[in-house]
């Protein structure tokens, strides 16, 4: 078991690396969201399907859940975005999405709400829940 967590992290470093020192220039695909208006026109009036990670600085899954949505989303090849929204700054925007625990995560596309999950979820599941955005 120690060793499939070994090579999983190798894996990530590696594939974070070249992501990170790539030659061309791409966009970037993840983003804090800042203000409700931000919301409204990058995540709802994108042209881009998105996940919307809600969560908070304090909270210990989201800060397990990001890293994976952040190489889930860089492995779409800029088709999906990520909005990174803290719950603390801008409580009332996650309260007009339902989200009553931390980490829930929001798939929208074109502008509405196509899944959601609370919570971690295995890899498997996430890639599905990406790839249903891509659709």
């Given amino acids: 078991m120690q060793c499939s967590r070994v ?3 190798t894996w990530l470093v590696r594939s974070r690396t070249r992501a990170e020192f790539s030659t061309h220039a791409a966009k970037r695909a993840t983003y804090s969201v800042q203000s409700e208006d931000e919301f409204k026109t990058k995540v709802l009036g994108g042209e881009k399907p998105v996940v919307v990670d809600f969560s908070a600085t304090w909270c210990g899954p989201c800060k397990m859940l990001t890293p994976r949505l952040e190489s889930a989303v860089a492995g779409t090849e800029d088709a999906v975005d990520l ?3 803290d719950i ?8 007009e ?3 009553s625990a ?4 929001l798939g929208i596309k074109n502008g509405e709400v196509v899944d959601r999950f609370v919570g971690l979820i295995d890899d498997d599941k996430l890639a599905a829940f990406i790839n249903k955005l891509k659709e």
């Fill in 97 to 99: 999405h339902d989200v």
């Fill in 88 to 95: 603390d700054d801008l409580g009332e925007l996650a309260m």
């Fill in 83 to 85: 909005a990174i929204v």
């Fill in 7 to 9: 090579s999983r992290l």
């Fill in 102 to 105: 931390v980490p829930t995560v």
